[in-house]
């Protein structure tokens, strides 16, 4: 984890997250900069955020993907999920902007070779403390593997893992089934 000392405060952080020309996350105080994604990291995700979005396009809850900064009130923390989708219509933090969304249900991380560590460990550290967080989803590229993290009670997670493409996989949170290759398809 980078530590950058002079910025430690929420509203410097948003200050500084708002004129900033990268993303950077905020976690324990910390700011955190994202790094740029890779052929194999766009196509998993654009594949499973259309799939999500074409799954939700009838009910009450919005995919968002990369660009939605997501805020646990928690622990102060903003993150943004590869793809985030909010219960219900979206709830964002009270200061005038629509930019730190509050009502996650699901959160998926596609792992890549330097977030990889930090997704499954500090990020999800952060994550499990969300009140609306239903599934915590992380999602390999290199090859079809998935694990879903899913709460069972306040405290609670189990993990539910599927390495076989041709097998099927449950998101609890929004109702959806889908073949794990599928994700895969144009890699």
């Known amino acids: 984890m980078i530590k950058i000392d002079h910025i430690v405060e929420i509203e410097d952080y948003l200050t500084f997250e708002r004129e900033s020309l990268t993303k950077n996350e905020f976690l324990f105080q910390s700011i955190i900069p994202k790094s ?20 939700l396009r009838q009910f009450d809850k919005i995919v968002f993907q990369n660009n939605m900064r997501t ?3 928690v622990n102060q923390s903003f993150i943004y999920p590869d793809i985030v989708v909010s219960d219900g219509k979206p709830i964002f933090r009270e200061d005038g902007k629509l930019d730190n969304l509050m009502n996650p249900v699901m959160i998926v991380e596609v792992l890549s070779p330097t ?3 930090y997704d499954k460990s500090d990020k999800f550290i952060a994550c499990k403390s969300i009140p609306s967080l239903q599934e915590y989803v992380l999602v390999s590229t290199d090859t079809p593997e ?3 993290y899913r709460r069972e009670s306040e405290d609670h997670w189990t993990l539910i893992k599927e390495r076989d ?6 998101f609890n949170s929004i109702d959806f089934t889908f073949e794990l290759g599928e994700i895969y398809e144009r890699k």
């Open 36 to 55: 740029a994604s890779s052929f194999e990291h766009n196509i998993v995700t654009g594949n499973l955020s259309a799939n999500i979005w074409f799954h």
């Open 71 to 73: 805020y646990n009130p």
């Open 115 to 117: 977030t990889a560590v």
């Open 146 to 148: 998935i694990e879903i």
């Open 165 to 170: 493409s041709n097998n099927k996989v449950h």
